[in-house]
């Protein structure tokens, strides 16, 4: 993760804190826990969720390099890949995809 600067991962964990709070509203979770705002979070939980953004926005980044080299965008020959897409990069593509279609 040192490849991401603090402020950074800060603005990341604080998103992923959002998604949950929303995700938790939507499904009706009523755990108080799970509802705390970012400010609320004791530091262990901040750090939890400063790593989960870390590490989504990485494999994001990877990925886009992935999809530019097989657009040709990057310059470089187009190539298969030898290895399928990671299955979360599909996921968020998938809800990124029905977002989209929904007007959000």
Known sequence: ???????????????????WVEYCKRVGDTKPSHRLPWE????????????????????GIHASKIG????????????????????LIRQLQDAFKRLLKEGR
């Not at 993760?1 to 998604?19: A, C, F």
């Not at 004791?42 to 990485?58: F, M, N, W």
């Not at 530019?68 to 299955?87: I, Q, Y």
């Open 40 to 59: 609320e979070l004791s530091e262990t939980d901040k750090e939890v969720d400063r790593c989960i953004g870390s590490a989504l926005y990485l494999e």
């Open 68 to 87: 530019a080299a097989l657009a040709g965008l990057d310059g470089l020959e187009r190539v298969p890949l030898p290895f399928p897409l990671h299955p």
């Open 1 to 19: 993760m040192s490849d991401i600067d603090k402020t950074l991962r800060e603005r990341l964990g604080r998103q992923v804190r959002s998604v």
